[in-house]
C-alpha cells in the first residue's frame, strides 16, 4: 500500500513539472534566442541558435536581395513538426511600431508550416496580424507579434501571445 502511495505521489509530481514547462514563458529582450506563442492555443516554444547544420531553434538576420531588404525572424522546432517564419520590409524596423501582414509574397507577411517537408501552409492574408519590434541592435532582436494563417483548404490557425529574443546573424 506504502508503495502505491508513493508511485501515485510520483506521478503527480512529474505530472505537475510538465505542466508548468507547458506555460507560457516571459518576454526578455536580452538575446536569449527563443521565439515563443501560442498556436491554436497552445504554447510552443522554439529554443536555440539554428544553423545549416541543425535546422532546430531561432534565427533573425538583414537578408539584401537585389532591391529589397527585409528583416527575416524563423522559428523551428522538429519536436512540433512545425516552423514559423516572418519577413518585413525595412532596412531599420522603427521601433514600438506595428508592422502590418498582408499575403505571402508582399511586403510584409508571415507564415506557419506544418510537416517535414513543410507540407501545410498557413500564410497570412491582409492585416491578418502584425510584427513589432521593441529591440534591434547586434546584441538583441526582440518584439511581440501575433497572426492568422490560412492554408489552401480555408482552414486557419491562430498564432497569439508571440514574442521572440534573438540574437541576430548579421545586422
Given amino acids: 500500500m506504502k508503495y ?3 508511485m501515485m505521489i510520483s506521478c503527480l509530481a512529474i505530472t505537475g513539472c510538465k505542466k508548468d514547462s507547458e506555460k507560457m514563458p516571459k518576454p526578455t529582450q536580452s538575446g536569449k534566442n527563443i521565439l515563443a506563442c ?25 537578408i539584401i536581395t537585389g ?25 531599420q524596423p522603427e521601433l514600438n511600431k506595428e508592422y502590418i501582414f498582408s499575403k505571402v509574397d508582399s511586403k510584409d507577411w508571415a ?15 491582409n492585416s491578418s496580424g502584425f510584427i513589432k519590434f521593441s529591440r534591434f541592435d547586434p546584441s538583441s532582436v526582440a518584439g ?28
Fill in 4 to 6: 502505491l502511495l508513493v
Fill in 38 to 62: 501560442e498556436v491554436n492555443g497552445k504554447v510552443h516554444i522554439y529554443e536555440g541558435k539554428r544553423s545549416y547544420l541543425n535546422s532546430n531553434g531561432v534565427d533573425a538576420a538583414r
Fill in 67 to 91: 532591391n529589397d531588404v527585409f528583416i527575416e525572424i524563423h522559428g523551428d522546432n522538429a519536436d512540433y513538426d512545425d516552423d514559423i517564419e516572418m519577413r518585413v520590409v525595412v532596412y
Fill in 111 to 125: 507564415e506557419y508550416y506544418v510537416g517535414q517537408n513543410s507540407d501545410i501552409r498557413y500564410k497570412t492574408q
Fill in 144 to 171: 511581440t507579434f501575433m497572426f492568422t494563417g490560412y492554408n489552401q483548404q480555408g482552414e486557419k490557425v491562430e498564432i497569439t501571445e508571440g514574442f521572440f529574443d534573438i540574437v541576430p546573424e548579421n545586422l
